[in-house]
């Protein structure tokens, strides 16, 4: 059974592009989240999917956006990109809304 | 609103020694309580959580944790700790469910170091 997976691993972008990370989750879980840890710090919730539907978000700008598509894969984008948006980011997927959260490896995003 | 305090950055320990990581929270509201590892290079992987019932939790890989309603605390603890214990700990709370939904508040984390 595939637990959660990401891609790609690491990413290095320049400053004002734009970048998208892909998250498939666990078998038979609908519900994707997406959080950013950056580096020594605990992970920052971003935004939760369900139905293909931003059902939360968490105190992220407006270019941070997501996407669900029908097998309940996830993508998230970044739009204008800062050094600060350096991190991990990690995809969590649950079965349904207040199922227990399965983390994937996450994807490490440099941005110079 | 919620937030947590892990009170310790980093953890130095022999091995085969008991450890114990310090967990306090903040909430105004009734929350569920979660310890996570990260080893290197990989993802979070839930040790256990504390929902209701009991406050003594048993986890994966030996170790436990307590709910201590009065002090806001959920400290984790190993009897005896081992090499491969050597990770980041992050504690996390969540407000019950509310619309279906529920989001974890991560502490800062921190470091077990366990020497040989």
């Known amino acids: 059974d595939a637990g959660v997976t990401q891609s790609p691993t690491h990413l290095i972008k320049t400053r004002g592009q734009q970048v998208t990370l892909r998250c498939s989750p666990k078998?038979?879980?609908?519900?994707v989240s997406w959080y950013q840890q950056a580096l020594g710090q605990g992970p920052q919730f971003i935004f939760q999917y369900y139905e293909e539907e931003e059902r939360q978000r968490g105190n992220f700008p407006d270019r941070f956006s997501g996407h669900q598509f029908p097998n309940y894969s996830s993508e998230l984008n970044v739009n204008a990109l800062l050094l600060g948006d350096s991190a991990l980011y990690l995809c969590?997927?649950?079965?349904?809304?207040?199922?227990?959260?399965?983390f994937g490896p996450g994807t490490r995003l440099t941005v110079t | 609103a919620q937030s947590v305090t892990q009170l310790d950055s980093q953890v130095p320990v022999f091995e085969e020694a008991p450890v114990e990581l310090r967990c306090n929270y903040s909430?105004?509201?009734?929350?569920?309580l979660f310890w996570y590892v990260q080893y290197p290079n990989q993802g979070l992987q839930l040790l256990l959580k504390?929902?209701?019932?009991?406050?003594l939790v048993k986890g994966i890989n030996g170790f436990e944790a307590e709910f201590n309603k009065s002090q806001t605390s959920f400290h984790l603890r190993k009897p005896s700790v081992h090499i491969s214990d050597t990770a980041e700990y992050f504690c996390?709370?969540?407000?019950?469910?509310?619309?279906?939904?529920?989001?974890?508040?991560f502490g800062r984390g921190t470091s077990l170091i366990v020497h040989p």
């Open positions: 996390a709370v969540s407000p019950l469910p509310s619309g279906g939904s529920y989001i974890p508040t």
């Open positions: 078998s038979g879980h609908d519900t």
């Open positions: 504390y929902l209701s019932g009991s406050t």
């Open positions: 969590a997927s649950s079965d349904g809304l207040a199922g227990e959260q399965y």
């Open positions: 909430s105004s509201v009734s929350v569920y």
